[in-house]
T-cell receptor, first 111, second 112 residues
């Protein structure tokens, strides 16, 4: 069966510090991968999606970036965090037809 | 991209049937309609998916009219544990269309 893991689960970072969130999928090949962000009390905002190794599409211009160095690995990064980057970050994968499978989420607080 | 519109919130008493409607007037031919449930501090969880007519599984039913411009998620006999945010997602992850964008969701509160 397919599983998705993301880490760390929680982190507190100072403004201006770097960020790296990692997500891995097991049990499937060539999945479409997604990063979403959810601000407190808000809906899900699509940040990036990837349809293959090295292929990244950005939905929202910001100081975040994403990379897919391996088929089932998706990384969200920032060189310098802003206060507005705080939120709940969710990685997800899909094969077809809009059925998304989400990881456990990573809660980021920027101080 | 098909934009979705849902009620912001709904209240229901335990044991009642709840129907949440989603409008998606510009749905594309390849798009599927998928509903998710999200509890606080968790990722959304798949509930049900359909393309047209009616789909039923062990937790919900999904009604889609012939024009597919709306859909209704039906939750039978809700309990307190069904208190959550419900999202309608319209899209298709494939063939050049991968932007699976969520709407604002409907916050369902189940009252004892």
């Amino acid at each position: 069966s397919q599983t998705i893991h993301q880490w760390p689960a929680t982190l507190v970072q100072p403004v201006g510090s770097p960020l790296s969130l990692e997500c891995t999928v097991e049990g499937t090949s060539n999945p479409n991968l997604y990063w979403y962000r959810q601000a407190a009390g808000r809906g899900l905002q699509l940040l990036f999606y990837s349809v293959g190794i090295g292929q990244i599409s950005s939905e929202v211009p910001q100081n975040l970036s994403a990379s897919r160095p391996q088929d089932r690995q998706f990384i969200l990064s920032s060189k310098k965090l802003l206060l507005s980057d705080s939120g709940f970050y969710l990685c997800a994968w899909s094969l077809l037809a809009g059925e998304l499978f989400f990881g456990e989420g990573s809660r980021l607080t920027v101080l | 991209l098909a934009k979705t519109t849902q009620p912001i919130s709904m209240d229901s008493y335990e044991g009642q049937e709840v129907n949440i409607t989603c409008s998606h007037n510009n749905i594309a031919t390849n798009d599927y309609i998928t509903w998710y449930q999200q509890f606080p501090s968790q990722g959304p969880r798949f509930i049900i998916q359909g393309y047209k007519t009616k789909v039923t599984n062990e937790v919900a039913s999904l009604f889609i009219p012939a024009d597919r411009k709306s859909s209704t998620l039906s939750l039978p006999r809700v309990s307190l544990s069904d208190t959550a945010v419900y999202y309608c997602l319209v899209g298709y992850s494939g063939a050049g269309s991968y932007q699976l964008t969520f709407g604002k969701g409907t916050k369902l509160s189940v009252i004892p």
